[in-house]
């Protein structure tokens, strides 16, 4: 079945610091992947959408300087969380789309920011 | 905008009754639904999924059934055991380049 890798799960890095989370399909080709943030007890808000060789789209409220994707080749996104904050603190997911299967997420990464 | 609403936040149901989750839709272009289970600390699991061309589908103790002219759609569970205590979620397609949005997740316990 359709698998996709995320890199780290945890990580806990100080303020003001940069952050890199990776997420591949590793048996698939995603031409688009999305990236979702949940805090605790609560839903995944989607906060962009990752395309292959071209910009992402963004949703309304989501700083594209502060939250920086790269999709660079059909099995690899990342998202940089530029100079964090403790409000970043949160856990991003990222989830890629196969045809005939759905959608597919991560594992998830749990970001603190001290 | 597009949004899912999802009914009820928390459940408690006895092992062994059913459980169901009700969720409505608002964008009428909706045509993939999924349902996800999410347990503490991890990603959501795709556990069931329905298209728009079908009113229900089954898997052993997991249904959905999707109302298209009312846009709504349903988890039920049967015979609930305490592995499936856990975060549900329930989902569905917007616009053109499939995204998909959430509803607010239903917290599901089975009580012993």
């Known amino acids: 079945g359709a698998v996709v890798s995320q890199h780290p799960s945890r990580v806990i890095c100080k303020s003001g610091t940069s952050v890199k989370i990776e997420c591949r399909s590793l048996?698939?080709?995603?031409?688009?992947m999305f990236w979702y943030r949940q805090f605790p007890k609560q839903s995944l808000m989607l906060m962009a959408t990752?395309?292959?060789?071209?910009?992402?789209?963004?949703e309304q409220g989501v700083e594209k300087d502060k939250f920086l994707i790269n999709h660079a080749s059909l099995t690899l996104s990342t998202l940089t969380v530029t100079s964090a904050h403790p409000e970043d603190s949160s856990f991003y997911i990222c989830?890629?789309?196969?045809?005939?299967?759905?959608?597919?997420f991560g594992s998830g990464t749990r970001l603190t920011v001290v | 905008g597009e949004n899912v609403e999802q009914h009820p936040s928390t459940l408690s149901v006895q092992e062994g009754d059913s459980a169901v989750i009700k969720c409505t839709y608002s964008d009428s272009a909706s045509n993939y639904f999924p349902w996800y289970k999410q347990e503490l600390g991890k990603g959501p699991q795709l556990i069931i999924d329905i298209r728009s061309n079908v009113g229900e589908k089954k898997d052993q103790r997991i249904a959905v059934t999707l109302n298209k002219t009312a846009k709504h759609f349903s988890l039920h569970i049967t015979e609930t055991q305490p592995e499936d205590s856990a975060v549900y979620f329930c989902?569905?397609?917007?616009?053109?380049?499939?995204?998909?949005?959430f509803g607010k997740g239903t917290r599901l316990h089975i009580l012993p």
């Open positions: 990752s395309n292959e060789g071209s910009k992402a789209t963004y």
């Open positions: 048996d698939f080709q995603a031409t688009t």
């Open positions: 989830s890629a789309a196969r045809s005939g299967t759905g959608y597919t």
């Open positions: 989902a569905a397609s917007i616009g053109r380049d499939d995204k998909i949005i």
